[in-house]
């Protein structure tokens, strides 16, 4: 049976997870559970945010679900040792490079989202950001010109193959949603753009039933508050991607509704909600545990190839929501334990 590997990491992390696996339980009592301290827990107990057992458990299982790391006691810490660091090593360690980021409405939360009501409720689209490759992982540093002036420089790059594997995702999760995706770059300005587009359209060929279109990234961020329902899935780059997706998660309302999923290509994933560890509410029991639980729905549905199953898990979270079950970020004063029994008696 399988095996999935809870790291709830710091904050409200834990208060979260402790839902989603309770939702988990629900769906099948045989699954596996092992949990370990990553992030700042983890450094307090073990002196570093990714101790060698909580990798050894993320390669073990089946999936992973991760909670939220930081706190800004470890701020003065070395990068190393920074929660983040949690993060940062296990997407590296797992060779996750795709990340999975819905964008979605649930009926009754249209006056959370940043947009008016009627384009708000048009929202359902995916962003399939690229994990490991472009300005975040080129060559970067500082020097002096000639003239003796301090430069900054970060190098965009990506090759073929990396381009080919995100590419196919994004191509994969058309076909499982409405067959339409959008590639975006910066191709009028861009090299690495030009091969970016270059490679799409080939691997376009392999998929014959979706309608591949290509837009530029600044037209991209302009359609997406203008008319946000046209997208079905978005296919980019690390940069455009990190700042595209926050700002479709912004239209689609409150940041603790959001799921998000990092793929690896075999199966292997690790699925967390998009927010924070949020210190300022953490302990309080207020955290919203929707996205939590819809990342638990996404492990289902990518890892362990229970689609059926993963949709039961969303159909819960809109069943309460249209019930009016509301933690205090959506407006209403419902603890996070009994956000999740409202979605638990929907379950059914
Ligand atoms: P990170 O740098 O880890 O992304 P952050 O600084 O962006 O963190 P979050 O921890 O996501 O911030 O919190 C941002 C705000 O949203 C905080 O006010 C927090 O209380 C609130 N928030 C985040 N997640 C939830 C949630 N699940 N339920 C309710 N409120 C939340
Ligand atoms: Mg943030």
């Known amino acids: ?56 458990l993320a390669k073990r299982a089946d999936a992973v679900l991760f909670g939220a790391v930081g706190d800004p006691q470890f701020d003065a810490l070395a990068r190393p040792f920074r929660p983040e660091a949690a993060i940062l090593g296990l997407r590296k360690e797992l060779g996750l490079f795709a990340n999975l980021r819905p964008a979605k409405l649930f009926p009754g939360l249209e006056d959370a989202s940043a947009l008016k009501r009627e384009v708000a409720e048009s929202i359902d689209l995916v962003i399939v950001r690229e994990l490991t490759g472009d300005v975040y992982f080129g060559e970067k540093g500082q020097r002096t010109t000639a003239d003796g002036e301090r430069e900054g420089y970060d190098l965009m790059s990506y090759t073929e193959g990396e381009v080919r594997r995100i590419a196919r995702v994004g191509f994969e999760t058309a076909m499982t949603r409405g067959r339409k995706l959008c590639s975006v770059d910066k191709a009028n300005v861009l090299e690495t753009s030009q091969l970016w587009r270059d490679v799409v359209i ?65 199966g292997k994933g690790m699925y967390e909600p998009i927010h924070g560890s949020a210190p300022d509410i953490a ?66």
Do not use: W
């Open 202 to 266: 080939g691997v376009a060929a392999d998929f014959p039933e979706v309608e591949l279109t290509h837009m530029y990234v600044d037209n991209a961020a302009m359609q997406l508050v203008r008319n946000p329902g046209a997208f079905d899935v978005i296919v980019t780059g690390n940069l455009f991607g990190d700042i595209l997706s926050d700002q479709a998660s912004m239209c689609a309302g409150s940041i603790g509704m959001l799921p998000s999923a990092a793929l690896n290509g075999s």
């Open 1 to 56: 049976m399988a095996l999935i590997a809870i790291l709830p990491g710091d904050g409200i992390g834990p208060e979260v997870t402790a839902e989603a696996r309770r939702v988990l339980e629900a769906i099948d009592p045989a699954f596996g559970f092992e949990t370990e301290p990553v992030g700042g827990a983890a450094y307090l107990e073990y002196g570093q945010p990714l101790p060698p057992q909580a990798l050894e």
């Open 283 to 348: 302990g309080e029991a207020k955290a919203n545990p929707c996205a939590a639980i819809l990342s638990a729905a996404m492990l289902l549905r990518h890892s362990l190839g229970r689609g059926d199953d993963a949709d039961r898990i969303e159909a819960a979270v809109a069943d309460a929501l249209r019930d009016g079950a509301r933690t205090a970020d959506l407006g209403g004063s419902l603890s996070t334990g009994a956000m999740g029994d409202a979605i638990l008696s929907k379950l059914g």
